[in-house]
């Protein structure tokens, strides 16, 4: 799945639909899985942030952009990237450090980047992607290119500053952008009941006069809907709106999280929400796939994944001697007209 086959639309509208959206949640976990295994076995370097739990969220969000559509990502944005069409075997070889990874190994996990599919990066500051979407919004509606940035972040960033800051810049311009929280409910260790005084996350926009919605982020189906109203609105010239998508990571902050601010029956009763798990379920009701049909995407998806990691050992370490040619410009590459 590249750039070329990024599919938007319902995920219940049809069988192509649906098999579509379980191939890319599948996808998604099935990296993730790697990516734990990868680390574990010292090949990837820095640290990682997982998200198995949230398949559905950034599924859902991005069946509702085109491929022209921009996002930004967070430190925890392997499913983004996934889902807004990127090469298993770039990211992945983005991860191992590799010279073939989308940033020539240079961005990691936590910074990858591919603007031929409309992902403008992943960002290691929380809250960092925000005034970037904000900015691309601003772009897009000056050039009257038509399109939508949409900025994920997690329910951390919306305490931070630049949060604030860039909400009232894209409602007073009206700018074609949707923020979606990710509401897992913990920035770091933080609780959200501990961190927030009110009953939604949404209801953070009424400040900036920004209607806000929340939504099972569980369900693929109700976040794309979500989603595709915004983006609707957004496109429309009536500005920016805020998604709230409730649901939870299975693992800890980091690598290093030693979970112990939650209850493993916590964690076990929200494992039984299983994002993927629930759209079977729908897609069985509704006769959209059967069993045998589920079968064959999650064994696609597992494919597909072995070998992407598979070709993304076989490329060459990024060389250190390079480390800042795309940092600074030579004096002696400038052209000085006289």
Same mark, same amino acid.
């Given at each position: ?116 599919? %409309? ?6 500051? /929380?809250? !960092?992607?925000?005034?970037? $979407?904000?900015? =691309? *919004?601003?772009? +897009? ?65 009424? %400040? ?6 929340? /939504?099972? !982020?569980?369900?693929?189906? $109700?976040?794309? =809907? *979500?989603?595709? +109203? ?109």
């Amino acid at each position: 799945m590249t750039a070329a086959t990024l599919k938007i639309g319902d995920p219940l509208a049809s069988h192509e639909n649906a098999r579509y959206a379980l191939l890319t949640m599948s996808r998604i976990r099935r990296l993730e899985e790697a990516v734990e295994d990868l680390f574990g076995r010292g090949m990837m370097h820095g640290t990682m942030h997982l998200s198995i739990g949230q398949e559905a969220t950034a599924t859902g969000v991005c069946m509702a952009l085109r491929l022209e559509d921009q996002i930004t990502s967070t430190h925890r944005g392997h499913g983004h990237c996934v889902a807004k069409g990127a090469d298993l075997t770039s990211m992945i070889a983005e991860l191992l450090g590799k010279e073939n990874g989308y940033c020539h190994g240079r961005g990691g996990s936590m910074h990858i980047a591919d603007v031929a599919t %409309g992902n403008l990066g992943a960002n290691g500051i /929380v809250g !960092g992607g925000i005034p970037i $979407a904000i900015g =691309a *919004a601003l772009a +897009s509606k000056m050039m009257k290119k038509g399109t939508v940035a949409v900025s994920f972040f997690g329910d951390g960033a919306m305490n931070e500053g630049a949060f604030h800051e860039a909400a009232n810049l894209a409602a007073i311009w009206k700018l074609p952008v949707v923020l979606v929280c990710e509401n897992n409910g913990y920035g770091m260790s933080s609780s959200t009941h501990l961190a927030f005084a009110i009953k939604t996350l949404a209801e953070r926009g009424l %400040g900036y006069g920004i209607p806000g919605i929340t /939504v099972d !982020g569980n369900d693929v189906a $109700a976040v794309y =809907a *979500a989603t595709q +109203s915004a983006v609707d609105r957004a496109r429309a010239g009536d500005g920016p709106t805020i998604v709230e998508c409730v649901t939870y990571r299975w693992k800890g902050h980091s690598r290093s999280d030693k979970n112990l601010y939650r209850t493993k029956e916590e964690i076990d009763e929200w494992k039984k929400k299983d994002p993927i798990l629930f759209f079977e379920h729908v897609v069985r009701e509704k006769n959209l796939m059967n069993d045998e049909e589920i079968a064959a995407v999650h064994a696609e998806a597992t494919s597909q994944v072995i070998h992407a990691v598979n070709e993304a050992m076989k490329g060459v370490p990024a060389d250190p001697a390079g480390l800042l040619a795309a940092v600074f410009k030579t004096a002696d590459s400038v052209e000085v007209s006289a």
